[in-house]
């Protein structure tokens, strides 16, 4: 079945890019996304990028997709505070009856520290 | 403002106990899942739905089902709440179009004692 991998923590300096990394092994997976988690709220969506794209950017936020290697990765620069949350990272699989299903990592802990 | 409600922030139940979570969205959108998370676990799935009284088992369906009488809500149930069904559960609706992914609840954090 399909299977997301993520490390389970990244602690980084306020000011500094911080670097989250996601492998899939899904191949068919035709978006993959970004999600952020705030302490007791549910997942909010941060970005996505389609499979034929190589990198998606969206402000501070840099999407990075190594198609070859399953690889997947998401850039914040100029980290803040604001930033410190749980990332997902998820492949999604197309449904029979239409729609999407999306199979997500465990989530990293990012802890900006001052 | 577009968004999926989930009844309860908190919820403590005892063994044994049947539970009902629910889930409305107001988007229109064709499918709604319910997933629990774990620490070191993330998001796994339980059940979905891709139309109305339709569902589909996800990768971990034992001691849940579901009820989706009308589109814009999507029930949980605990046939008999057991204490490894502590958990954080959080509902989850989609259009039939892949971009956009998922809106999600704000999460019902259970505790089964």
């Known amino acids: 079945g399909e299977d997301v991998e993520q490390s389970l923590f990244l602690s980084v300096r306020e000011g500094d890019s911080s670097v989250i990394n996601c492998t899939y092994t899904?191949?068919?997976?035709?978006?993959l996304y970004w999600y952020k988690q705030e302490p007791g709220a549910g997942l909010q969506l941060l970005t996505y990028i389609f499979s034929n794209m190589d990198m998606k950017q969206d402000q501070r936020l840099t999407v990075l997709l190594n198609k070859k290697d399953k690889h997947l990765s998401l850039r914040i620069a100029d980290t803040q505070t604001g930033d410190s949350a749980i990332y997902f990272c998820?492949?999604?699989?197309?449904?029979?009856?239409?729609?999407?299903?999306?199979?997500f990592g465990t989530g990293t802990q990012l802890k900006v520290e001052l | 403002d577009v968004k999926v409600t989930q009844s309860s922030r908190y919820l403590v139940k005892r063994t044994g106990e049947k539970v009902f979570l629910e889930c409305v969205q107001d988007?229109?959108?064709?499918?709604m899942f319910w997933y629990r998370q774990d620490p070191g676990l993330g998001l796994r799935l339980i059940y979905f739905?891709?139309?109305?009284?339709?569902?589909e088992k996800g990768d971990i369906p034992e001691g849940y089902s579901v009820s989706r009488e009308k589109k814009e809500r999507f029930s949980l149930i605990l046939e008999s709440a057991s204490t490894n069904q502590t958990s954080m559960y959080l509902c989850a609706s989609s259009p039939q179009g892949m971009a956009g992914g998922y809106t999600f609840g704000s999460g019902t954090r259970l505790t089964v004692v």
């Open positions: 899904d191949s068919s997976s035709t978006y």
């Open positions: 998820a492949e999604n699989d197309i449904l029979t009856g239409g729609g999407n299903k999306l199979t």
């Open positions: 739905s891709y139309d109305v009284k339709m569902k």
């Open positions: 988007m229109d959108h064709e499918n």
